[in-house]
T-cell receptor, first 114, second 112 residues
Framework: AQSVSQHNHHVILSEAASLELGCNYS??????LFWYVQYPGQHLQLLLK??????LVKGIKGFEAEFIKSKFSFNLRKPSVQWSDTAEYFC????????????FGKGTTLSVSS | NAGVTQTPKFQVLKTGQSMTLQCAQD?????MSWYRQDPGMGLRLIHY???????DQGEVPNGYNVSRSTTEDFPLRLLSAAPSQTSVYFC???????????FGPGTRLTVT
């Protein structure tokens, strides 16, 4: 079965520090990749997505992610975090087949101190 | 558009009670899903549907039933609530032409 691994359970950073959250998936075929964010008390929102093309994708609020097919990875990055980035971040994958649902990683909680 | 709506927002049940969590979307999306979110476990897929009349099981389907009689609605039924079903439940939908899922605001369920 497909699975998604997020390496960091809880990351604590100071404002202006750089962020990289790891995500690896297990599926041998073509996949579509997502990062979702959940701010405290809110529902999930799409941060960015990768379907095909340029493996470096840019999302909202200065986030970007790089798809490395050979490593089955889709790591999330931000050069300089802000206090408002405090949230839970979820990596998700869906195989490129009709009728399949989204599989999520366990999530990474990011706490940014000002 | 209201997007994906869920009711109720909060619910407390006693063990053994049954209830239905409602989910509706007004975007004419074919795919709808139910997830539960537990601390340290992320979101786990309960059931999903690829269209009216078609449903399938996800990762954690036991204790839950679903049906999809219309494109808009995808209710989740708890047959006999157990404390292990205490969780936050999210409904999501997407169209067949876009793989981006839209999530509802969630239902926080406590089973005592």
């Amino acid at each position: 079965a497909q699975s998604v691994s997020q390496h960091n359970h809880h990351v604590i950073l100071s404002e202006a520090a750089s962020l990289e959250l790891g995500c690896n998936y297990s599926y041998g075929g073509t996949v579509n990749l997502f990062w979702y964010v959940q701010y405290p008390g809110q529902h999930l929102q799409l941060l960015l997505k990768y379907f095909s093309g340029d493996p470096l994708v840019k999302g909202i609020k200065g986030f970007e992610a790089e798809f490395i097919k050979s490593k089955f990875s889709f790591n999330l990055r931000k050069p300089s975090v802000q206090w408002s980035d405090t949230a839970e971040y979820f990596c998700a994958v869906t195989p490129n087949q009709a009728g399949t649902a989204l599989i999520f990683g366990k999530g990474t909680t990011l706490s940014v101190s000002s | 558009n209201a997007g994906v709506t869920q009711t109720p927002k909060f619910q407390v049940l006693k063990t053994g009670q049954s209830m239905t969590l409602q989910c509706a979307q007004d975007m004419n999306h074919e795919y709808m899903s139910w997830y539960r979110q537990d601390p340290g476990m992320g979101l786990r897929l309960i059931h999903y549907s690829v269209g009216a009349g078609i449903t399938d099981q996800g990762e954690v389907p036991n204790g839950y039933n679903v049906s999809r009689s219309t494109t808009e609605d995808f209710p989740l039924r708890l047959l006999s609530a157990a404390p292990s079903q205490t969780s936050v439940y999210f409904c999501a939908s997407r169209s067949v032409t876009s793989l981006v899922q839209y999530f509802g605001p969630g239902t926080r369920l406590t089973v005592t």
